[in-house]
């Protein structure tokens, strides 16, 4: 059984039997600031069972390595032995994912990075990061990934037999990028999902993609 349970953070009351049961945390949209999430980490490392951690649409900053933040977070994140799904979309991470993510323990098969700007560092990490052999859902959307395409195919070959969805709406891809997109989609043996949406692709190109997925 799988507990889901989503609570602004000024309700949330410290109760550890029943913290201990949950399975599932989401905290998003709640505005939560870097030393917020400080102040959280303690608590979020009782949580021994938890399987999903979703801190999404809040205002985190990761991005700089030695920061409270990042430093209690990441030791959080070590401690939590069973997480396998994690949103930490529209929060800020650039230049210091591999920081936040090798911290996490048991292999990842949810990862969604939406929306603040992740670096060529971030993707040519995530191209070789340990859980590219889990990964059944990535989302990275809302990321211009134009100039990080090359880290990018490395990371799809990597998942070609474990990705079943995968979210690239708005990643700046245009037709000069087709070919080698189409390349590495074609690869993907198990993909149910693709979203391309808000790219600046051509009638043709989009056809040209079609095939590809077609391979399928």
Avoid: W
């Avoid at 989503?6 to 039997?17: A, E, H």
């Avoid at 917020?36 to 205002?59: A, F, Q, V």
């Amino acid at each position: 059984m799988i507990i889901i349970i989503v609570l602004p953070v000024k309700n949330i009351v410290y109760r550890r039997n029943l913290f201990q049961l949950l399975h599932g945390l989401s905290l998003k949209f709640n505005s939560i600031n870097s030393e917020e999430l400080s102040k959280l980490c303690p608590l979020l490392r009782t949580l021994t069972n938890l399987t999903i951690l979703d801190l999404s649409g809040n205002m985190i900053n990761l991005s700089v390595a030695a920061s409270d933040a990042c430093v209690n977070f990441t030791d959080t994140l070590g401690s939590l032995g069973h997480l396998v799904r994690l949103d930490l979309s529209n929060n800020i991470v650039r230049g210091n994912l591999r920081r936040v993510l090798s911290a996490v323990v048991q292999p990842l098969q949810y990862l969604s990075l939406e929306g603040r700007g992740l670096s060529p560092v971030d993707i040519a990490y995530l191209s070789v990061f340990h859980h590219s052999a889990s990964v059944c859902e990535l989302l990275l959307g809302n990321n211009n990934l134009r100039q990080s395409l090359s880290s990018l195919m490395a990371l799809l070959r990597n998942l070609k037999t474990s990705l079943k969805l995968i979210q690239l709406e708005n990643c700046s891809f245009s037709d000069e990028n087709c070919s080698m997109l189409s390349e590495s989609m074609k690869r993907l043996t198990s993909v149910v999902y693709l979203d391309l949406r808000d790219n600046l692709f051509s009638r043709n190109n989009v056809y040209q993609l079609g095939v590809s997925l077609a391979c399928l």
